[in-house]
Structures are given as structure tokens and as C-alpha cells.
């Protein structure tokens, strides 16, 4: 099993960015998918999930910024970053979840100056 991040970089308050998890090894459409987010000195939390119907769920701390899909014909989880903040700075982690629980290898998301 993969999940494989991509999209994280540097990036101004104000802006956008879009990560993007692919998976592979899994049946994903099955799997509730999440993207989590680790600041240093802090515990992971999660930002969003998204169930295998499409029904969605967010941080209170990003809603109305981002947006969380999936496309199920590419196995891949998306994440939509508007109105960045330099308090969303953190490394963003892919989780799928059903019977197992399985993490990607994180992407750094740094919102600055």
C-alpha cells in the first residue's frame, strides 16, 4: 500500500495551494479518505475527511478555505488550500481509512512572508 503526497511548497499568506494523494494498493473507493496536519511542537490533527459517498468533513480552523475531493477513477484525494495562513504552516499527511489505517509520507506546507 502507497499514498503518495504531492503540492506542498511555499507560499504567501493569502494564497493557494492544492495537495494532491495518490493511492495505490488499496481499494479506494472504499476507503474514507483524510488529510491531517502536524505544526512543530503539536499533536496531528485532522483538517478534512471524505467518506466513500463524498460526504465531507472539516477542521473548524479551515472551513470556508478548503476543500476536500476525490476522484475515484484515479484513486487520488485532493486538497484545496484558499486564504492560506501562516498558522496552517505544517506537514500535510494522506490517511486512508476502513479495516487499516494507512499514512502517507507527509508534504510541507510553509505559509510566509
Known amino acids: 500500500v502507497q499514498l503518495v503526497e504531492s503540492g506542498g511548497g511555499l507560499v504567501q499568506p493569502g494564497g493557494s495551494l492544492r495537495l494532491s494523494c495518490a493511492a495505490s494498493g488499496i481499494t479506494f473507493s472504499k476507503y474514507v479518505m483524510g488529510w491531517y496536519r502536524q505544526a512543530p511542537g503539536n499533536q496531528r490533527e485532522l483538517v478534512a475527511s471524505i467518506t466513500s459517498g463524498g460526504s465531507t468533513n472539516y477542521a473548524d480552523s479551515v472551513k470556508g478555505r478548503f476543500t476536500i475531493s476525490r476522484d475515484n477513477a484515479k484513486s487520488t484525494v485532493y486538497l484545496q488550500m484558499d486564504s492560506l495562513k501562516p498558522e496552517d504552516t505544517a506537514v500535510y499527511y494522506c490517511?486512508?481509512?476502513?479495516?487499516?489505517?494507512?499514512w502517507g509520507q507527509g508534504t510541507q506546507v510553509t505559509v510566509s512572508s
Open positions: 490517511n486512508g481509512q476502513r479495516l487499516n489505517d494507512y
